[in-house]
């Protein structure tokens, strides 16, 4: 597999977990709201997503990185 493809994929993996846990922090608001969940558990759940979101933002900058090294050693 080239490094283009790989890149490709990861990014492609990056996309997926952002529109994930974007989803995810939808259905737990309107979960939350439509159960009459406690600000503590809400809270909760948005704590999981800021990490989801995170952990993608630290995704994008490893992507970044190993495009700046390849660009670097050609």
Not at 34 to 52: E, I, K, N, P
Not at 56 to 68: D, E
């Amino acid at each position: 597999m080239s490094r283009e493809t790989e890149y490709k994929a990861q990014g492609r993996l990056t996309a997926l977990v952002v529109a994930g846990v974007g989803l995810f922090w939808i259905a737990a608001t309107a979960l939350g709201e439509a159960l009459d969940w406690t600000q503590r558990t809400r809270a909760f759940f948005d704590l999981a997503a800021l990490a989801g979101f995170l952990l993608a933002f630290w995704m994008i900058y490893q992507l970044w990185r190993s495009r700046q090294k390849d660009k670097d050693e050609r």
